[in-house]
């Protein structure tokens, strides 16, 4: 069993930066595909980030392409998202997963608020 922590998450003004962090324990991240989703008020979970464990190539939904980019650490076992460029649609509870063939564990989320 994958156990995710995510952290990072707070208040943020519009067009200002974050970087989430998601620490994994139980397996080596490099053998997951890891991904970021997030929920916002009212709304149903979205897809949001991911990287692939066999070649490491990131996807990004489309909203958030060019702001946001994934990255892993190995060495601390670790996967990040930056994000850039915040606004108000961002706003969301994002949650780390992890697994092979699909998504089978996931951390307890962190808030995200874009706001003035």
């Known amino acids: 069993q994958v156990q995710l922590v995510e952290s990072g998450g707070g208040l943020v003004q519009p067009g200002g930066s974050l970087r989430l962090s998601c620490a994994a324990s139980?397996?080596?991240?490099?053998?997951?595909?890891m991904a970021w989703f997030r929920q916002a008020p009212g709304k149903e979970r979205e897809f949001t980030a991911g990287i692939s464990w066999s070649d490491s190539r990131p996807t990004y939904a489309d909203s958030v392409k060019g702001r946001f980019t994934i990255s892993r650490v190995s060495a601390k076992n670790t996967v990040y998202l930056q994000m850039n460029s915040l606004n108000s649609e961002d706003t969301a509870v994002y949650y780390c997963?992890?697994?092979?063939?699909?998504?089978?564990?996931w951390g307890q989320g962190t808030q995200v608020t874009v706001s003035s």
């Open positions: 139980g397996h080596t991240i490099d053998e997951l595909n």
């Open positions: 997963a992890a697994g092979w063939n699909q998504y089978s564990s």
